[in-house]
């Protein structure tokens, strides 16, 4: 496996149509927003669902969505005990945190906290990628409909009577999601080049094998990755100047697609950016 080199500051444009990007189960499973009416996908739903691009990819994943479970564990617990390796070092932080990173590749890119009840280890590793919360360029307008449910759950005698609820959808608006990979942080968990290289196809194809009822295929649209390697292990610039080269305005009071939007990629010297098609 090669070393992790050098600094990469990653942004990646969503296009959103007829669909709940993110439901937030506080409100009802409304489309996450902040306070000012910008829409909003969390980190952690981010990083789900790049976990999930990577088990497709047939990479070892630690933190499994119960439906994707492909190791019979029920339980994060269940799954650090089945490491042999990690049971050896129980009393050596250090080497129970690097058989996780070897052998869980999402361990040593985001990091986990490995404390469960039965062991008598508590270990933390940070990991080397960090991706933020998405927000809408622009303030995004939720559609809201009743449904019903009109048919039985149960055997009986006579239906039941309907049992209503609600849906909701964002009908257009364009997401950013902004990231970086630490190179400091990557040497300590393990992470490589090459692992990098399957975080982008992951970012790439992040809505493959995603749909659902909330977000039916084709409503979660990948449109751009730009991808920028730094000249030096440390980056030449800080991620939150990097990530100000990107500037998107709205062609029209009200766009609908993507095209509607104008993207100007501003450059910063010795900084090379890779531009990718999503898929």
């Known amino acids: ?47 789900r669902k790049l976990r999930n691009r990577l088990q497709d990819m047939g990479e070892r994943i630690f933190v499994q969505s119960d439906e994707r479970s492909d190791d019979g564990c029920k339980s994060l617990a269940d799954r650090a005990k089945s490491n042999a390796d990690m049971q050896k070092a129980l009393k050596d932080k250090e080497a129970y945190a690097k058989a996780a990173c070897e052998t869980w590749i999402d361990v040593r890119s985001f990091g986990q906290v490995f404390a469960f009840k039965d062991d008598s280890v508590s270990v933390g590793v940070r990991g080397p990628v960090s991706v933020h919360s998405a927000f809408s360029v622009l303030p995004v307008a939720i559609d809201s409909m009743q449904i019903t449910k009109s ?29 970086s990979i630490n190179h400091q942080l990557a040497q300590k968990t393990g992470f490589s080049d090459d692992d990098a290289e399957k ?63 104008e993207i100007e990629i501003a450059s910063l010297p010795d900084l090379a950016l890779e531009e990718i098609e999503g898929i």
């Not at 039985?152 to 999601?177: F, P, Q």
């Open 1 to 47: 496996m090669s070393e992790f080199t050098n600094k990469i500051d990653f942004e990646v444009l969503v296009m959103v149509k007829n669909a709940n990007p993110n439901g937030d189960p506080l409100n009802g499973n409304r489309p996450r927003e902040t306070y000012d009416g910008f829409g909003e996908i969390s980190d952690v739903c981010i990083k």
């Open 151 to 179: 048919v039985n759950s149960e055997t009986k005698d006579k239906k039941s009577s309907d049992t209503m609820g609600m849906k909701h959808k964002i009908y257009s608006a364009l997401y950013v999601i902004k990231g």
């Open 199 to 261: 975080i982008k196809e992951a970012l790439r194809t992040l809505f493959v094998n995603d749909s659902s009822s909330a977000r039916p295929d084709g409503s979660m649209e990948v449109c751009k990755v730009y991808w920028w390697k730094h000249n030096c292990p440390m980056g030449q610039y800080s991620s939150a100047k990097v990530h100000k080269l990107v500037k998107i305005k709205a062609k029209t009071e009200d766009p609908k697609e993507f095209e509607d939007y």
